[in-house]
């Protein structure tokens, strides 16, 4: 079975600063992906990065990069320069890859703040 | 090219009754997934559909089902609701199943309320 454990009910950043969200996983899959979505008020869920397990470098999209610490089964979501529309909450989700299928294993989420 | 849509956007129904939802996939994605998301229990998986069948289902009774459409499309149903299925159901559809990074594009969810 795969879980995921995000610590961070809710974190607290100024606009410009940098966040760490924390994603921890457990899994007994050799091959996997991990996600990180953004679910803002409205509720849809925005993707924002992707890692792969075999990946030999850390993802990055833009301001947000992945911190994937794979020995210590970790995928913290880094995002840099805060902005106020990055207030919302944070999935982190885990699939199995390869796989015939695409369920998703989501955290418990952390819901960012960002003030002016 | 359009999103993921799912209708209704709200929903409120009294215990006993039932209820479908649907979801339009993006155009060209075969697969589908069904999440209910609550307060209490986060996102949870309900099913995954990939070409008319079933591929997938989550630890849910079985007053909850689903189809899928020739054309993708998604429908599904709870039946005898009950105050606990008060969620947001979210859809999901990707381009294939199985490997690689295939990510999921969400619509923006119906959110049921049982009175």
């Known amino acids: 079975a795969q879980k995921i454990t995000q610590t961070q009910p809710g974190m607290f950043v100024q606009e410009k600063e940098a966040v760490t969200l924390d994603c921890t996983y457990d899994t007994s899959d050799p091959s996997y992906g991990l996600f990180w979505y953004k679910q803002p008020s409205s509720g849809e869920m925005i993707f924002l990065i992707y890692?792969?397990?075999?990946?030999?470098q850390n993802a990055t999209e833009g301001r947000y990069s992945l911190n994937f610490q794979k020995a210590r089964k970790s995928a913290n979501l880094v995002i840099s320069a805060s902005q106020l529309g990055d207030s919302a909450m944070y999935f982190c989700a885990m699939r199995r890859a390869p796989s015939g299928y695409s369920t998703l294993t989501f955290g418990k989420g952390t819901m960012l703040l960002v003030s002016p | 090219k359009a999103g993921v849509t799912q209708t209704p956007r709200y929903l409120i129904k009294t215990r006993g009754q039932q209820v479908t939802l649907s979801c339009s996939p993006i155009?060209?994605?075969?697969?589908v997934s069904w999440y209910q998301q609550t307060p209490g229990q986060g996102l949870q998986f309900l099913f995954e559909y990939f070409s008319e069948t079933q591929r997938n289902k989550g630890n849910f009774p079985g007053r909850f089902s689903g189809r899928q459409f020739s054309n993708s499309r998604s429908e599904m149903n709870v039946s005898t609701l009950e105050l606990g299925d008060s969620a947001l159901y979210l859809c999901a559809s990707s381009l294939t199943s199985g490997t690689g990074n295939y990510e999921q594009y969400f619509g923006p969810g119906t959110r049921l309320t049982v009175t």
């Open positions: 890692q792969g397990s075999y990946d030999q």
């Open positions: 155009s060209g994605h075969r697969s």
